[in-house]
């Protein structure tokens, strides 16, 4: 079974200059989670999807960051303009389903660098 | 303040020997608790899974406990190994029939197993 794939690996670009993260999970999995992860911190939830809706976004930084998931498969999560504080691993998820009986995979991360 | 407490920070251990991770959780009404293991530079990958009625679930040298009651968790390493160095992530499944689908991450402990 092929994992949460996620491009690119890494990333370094300028203060408020914009990037876009890509994510395609596993075949059939219905809900997709995008989560921000400093250095030494657990992941925080960005934004979850269940197919192309959003189920929670409140912690998205909504004037700069978006994501969308078209179809209810690949998912991308850009950052425009970017900051220095967005230095992190960008993590994205997906589980077969919402209510959290079964295990979430988790892709390989970005790491975002901004100078 | 964080839904999911995770103690000690960090630990040094040499190869051979057990240590025990701690995870004090608030999350109230829950569906499961997950531990997971982050190698550096990798996503986190699932250990165990438990449910709110489970009391212990092993996974090799891995063992986790749970108690509902006090809302505390542990995961136990048996004869520690080199690969055993990483993040271990204390994860809890809010309940979804309180129309609450989120993971809670713990901050993770770092496990550095040296020879």
Known sequence: ?115 | KNQVEQSPQSLIILEGKNCTLQCNYTVSPFSNLRWYKQDTGRGPVSLTIMTFSENTKSNGRYTATLDADTKQSSLHITASQLSDSASYICVVSHDYRSNDYKLSFGAGTTVTVRA
């Open chain 1, 1 to 115: 079974e092929a994992g949460v794939a996620q491009s690119p690996r890494y990333k370094i670009i300028e203060k408020r200059q914009s990037v876009a993260f890509w994510c395609n999970p596993i075949s059939g999995h219905a809900t997709l989670y995008w989560y921000q992860q400093i250095l030494g911190q657990g992941p925080k939830l960005l934004i979850q999807f269940q197919n192309n809706g959003v189920v929670d976004d409140s912690q998205l930084p909504k004037d700069r960051f978006s994501a969308e998931r078209l179809k209810g498969v690949d998912s991308t999560l850009k950052i425009q303009p970017a900051k220095l504080e967005d230095s992190a691993v960008y993590l994205c998820a997906s589980s077969l389903d919402l209510k959290g009986f079964t295990e979430a995979f988790f892709g390989q991360g970005t790491r975002l660098t901004v100078v």
